[in-house]
């Protein structure tokens, strides 16, 4: 069943897993974490289908990084490691982990370079029915493919993260896990269309700007 997302839609937090995909790891010269690599995106970067990826003055580069993103349905909390998950699972939708490379690796802490507003784009709805094994995850800019890989490539499968994060923090019905990018990573230009689509979800879609200083 689709699900639309409206603008009211405010997770508590938006928990991200860094290098899940072993050729996006090697592509920034990094090893695959042994547990998973997580940190925060601001739910105050949320963005939805057409909306605007606006491009801050304090980077140059501003990379796209197509995900499948969970949605938890119910409190999750020191799940263990038989514990079933889908009693967890909302749906899923299609996330733009949009990061600034720069500052993400001047500030060596994530916060800043994933957080401006309008950094994370989803939609554009969400699904509940749907299996998430082997889908393929593509990453757009103009219609160029950029990225395509599939979930089965994840290092950790989306069970393993939803028990492994439960056991670190709390998870509220909203939350939402970006569940790691797959190889081809590239820079956003103001102008650019960039798209994430994947298998049985859909089609998210946003264009890219400047941020304009007065
Ligand atoms: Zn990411």
Redo the contacts with the bound molecule.
């Keep these: 069943m689709k699900i639309s997302i409206n603008a009211d839609f405010r997770p508590s937090k938006i928990v ?1 897993v ?1 290098r899940n995909y072993a050729d996006h790891a090697a592509e920034l010269g990094n090893a695959v974490p042994s547990e998973p690599l997580l940190f925060l995106k601001a739910p105050s970067s949320l963005i939805f289908n057409g909306d605007s990826i606006v491009i801050p003055d304090q980077s140059a580069q501003v990379e796209h ?1 197509g ?1 499948l993103a969970v949605i938890i349905s119910s409190i999750c909390k020191d799940l263990r490691q038989s514990a079933d998950v889908t009693p967890y699972i909302h749906g899923y939708t299609c996330l733009n ?1 949009v990061t600034a490379r720069d500052l993400q690796k001047k500030d060596v802490q994530f916060a800043r370079a994933k957080s401006f507003d309008t950094f994370c784009p989803i939609g554009p709805h969400i699904e509940t029915d749907l299996d998430v094994g082997d889908l393929n995850v593509t990453a757009t800019v103009n219609g160029e493919v950029k990225q395509s890989g599939r979930t089965s490539q994840m290092v950790f499968p989306v069970d393993e993260l939803i028990r492994y994060i439960s056991n670190q923090m709390t998870l509220y019905p909203g939350d939402i896990i ?1 569940t ?2 797959p190889a081809g990573v590239s820079t956003l230009s103001p102008g650019d269309i960039c798209t994430i689509e994947i298998e049985g979800i859909g089609i998210l879609s946003n264009p890219v700007i400047q941020r304009r200083t007065s």
């Design positions: 991200c860094g990084e995900e982990d970006a790691g990018t």
